[in-house]
């Protein structure tokens, strides 16, 4: 005998994926940007360049749904706002790599005033390039994990949907007229060559 199990949507890791796990990635980005820039580049490198292969990766599955599913524009988008924070990434990882070129020359401690002026705006183009990398990647994350838990909600509602009506109808037999055998298809297919 064959038990059917009734799929259940996951409501309550749902919520917690929407409202408590993706939150934190807001968290957790704004206090890698916070401390990033104070740290040396070979420590921002390999965690940068980490952060860019996820994010590309992410963009790419993303944009291999196709157009015609549906949720497909909340998945475009989410790729989109991925590349979009890819590319703030590679621009805030050149800075620190800007940044650490200034600190190694012997030609900027002569000249005092200029230093300053040029590592307070590397530092502020850093805190707009990386915090714009943070929010984009949290938007993109956001969209994208909240159209995958509608997907999967609606997929176990069709399962569900097609397990009650296969057992409420009775079984299907030949004599019913729907299903045909393949003897029966190439008749009707096949014009007879005693009529003619």
């Not at 409202?19 to 968290?27: E, F, G, N, Q, Y």
């Not at 805030?92 to 900027?108: E, F, I, P």
């Amino acid at each position: 005998m064959l038990i059917k199990i009734r799929r259940e949507y996951p409501s309550f890791y749902a919520a917690a994926s929407m409202w408590v796990a993706t939150p934190l990635i807001a968290l957790y980005a704004s206090l890698y940007v916070s401390g990033a820039y104070t740290k040396p580049g070979s420590v921002v490198y390999p965690l940068g360049m980490a952060t860019l292969g996820i994010t590309l990766a992410l963009a790419g599955v993303c944009f291999t749904v196709p157009q015609f599913v549906d949720g497909s524009k909340s998945l475009h988008y989410a790729g989109e706002k991925f590349l979009h924070s890819s590319l703030l990434l590679i621009q805030s990882v050149m800075l620190v790599y800007v940044k650490d070129a200034m600190s190694g020359s012997a030609w900027w401690p002569q000249h005092r005033g200029l230093i300053v002026t040029v590592q307070a705006t590397v530092a502020g183009l850093f805190a707009l390039t990386s915090g714009g990398a943070a929010v984009c990647w949290y938007w993109a994350f956001d969209a994208a994990n909240r159209q995958m838990w509608v997907n999967w909600k609606r997929r176990i509602e069709s399962i569900d949907a097609e397990q009650t009506v296969s057992a409420l109808a009775p079984p299907l037999k030949p004599s019913d007229g729907v299903l045909k055998s393949h003897q029966d298809l190439a008749k009707e297919i096949t014009p007879d060559a005693t009529k003619a």
